[in-house]
């Protein structure tokens, strides 16, 4: 079965800084990874993902993310935060589990806190 | 524009009423999901759905029934509410082609309170 750690429970920055919010995996072969934001009270978003491909891949409000196979990681960055990105980041892994159906796993989640 | 719908968003209600939480998609996905989670805490699956008619429990226990008459429809049900079931219950739906996943799509969630 698959697995997701997002080692940082919380993480403070300052506005306009660079951000990385680090995720590693566990799957026996190539995952499908996500990038998904939650606002307080709210559903999830997703930022972007990663089937197959170029490593590095491009989503949304400014996000990227690379996946490096030797180091079963995902992590996402930003080049410079901003107020309205504080939220809940959520890394999550598919994979296949048994019976011809596949699950979606997700890791407890890093808390963005920016201060201006 | 938000292609799953969740109602209610809030919802607030009395130990032992029995409650539907309702979601739909419209875009057609065979596969759907609920997921509970609970404040500043991970999303655990607690039912799934791949096509009408199909209905498994995820990984979490929950009290909870579901039923999936309908490809766009996937509700939740609670016969009697408990203090315990106070959650966020989010539902989700994905699209494959065999192998591939084309990623999931989260409803807002509702939010339920048993007091």
């Known amino acids: 079965a698959q697995s997701v750690t997002q080692p940082d429970i919380h993480i403070t920055v300052s506005e306009g800084a660079s951000l990385e919010l680090r995720c590693n995996y566990s799957?026996?072969?190539?995952?499908?990874l996500f990038w998904y934001v939650q606002s307080p009270g709210q559903g999830l978003q997703l930022l972007l993902k990663?089937?197959?491909?170029?490593?590095l891949v491009q989503g949304i409000k400014g996000f990227e993310a690379e996946f490096k196979r030797s180091q079963s990681s995902f992590n996402l960055r930003k080049p410079s935060v901003h107020w309205s990105d504080a939220a809940e980041y959520f890394c999550?892994?598919?994979?296949?589990?048994?019976?011809?159906?596949?699950?979606?796993?997700f890791g407890k989640g890093t808390k963005l806190s920016v201060i201006p | 524009e938000a292609d799953i719908y969740q109602t209610p968003r809030y919802l607030v209600i009395g130990t032992g009423k029995k409650i539907t939480l309702e979601c739909s998609q419209t875009?057609?996905?065979?596969?759907m999901y609920w997921y509970q989670q609970d404040p500043g805490m991970e999303l655990h699956l607690i039912h799934y759905?791949?096509?009408?008619?199909?209905?498994e429990k995820g990984d979490l226990s929950s009290e909870s029934t579901v039923s999936r008459i309908r490809t766009e429809h996937f509700p939740l049900t609670l016969e009697s509410a408990r203090p315990s079931h106070t959650s966020q219950y989010l539902c989700?739906?994905?699209?494959?082609?065999?192998?591939?996943?084309?990623?999931?799509?989260f409803g807002s969630g509702t939010r339920l309170t048993v007091v």
């Open positions: 999550a892994v598919v994979g296949y589990s048994g019976a011809g159906s596949y699950q979606l796993t």
């Open positions: 990663y089937f197959s491909g170029d490593t």
């Open positions: 989700a739906s994905s699209a494959f082609s065999g192998t591939v996943n084309y990623g999931y799509t």
């Open positions: 759905s791949y096509g009408v008619n199909s209905t």
């Open positions: 799957y026996g072969a190539t995952p499908y």
């Open positions: 875009m057609g996905h065979d596969k």
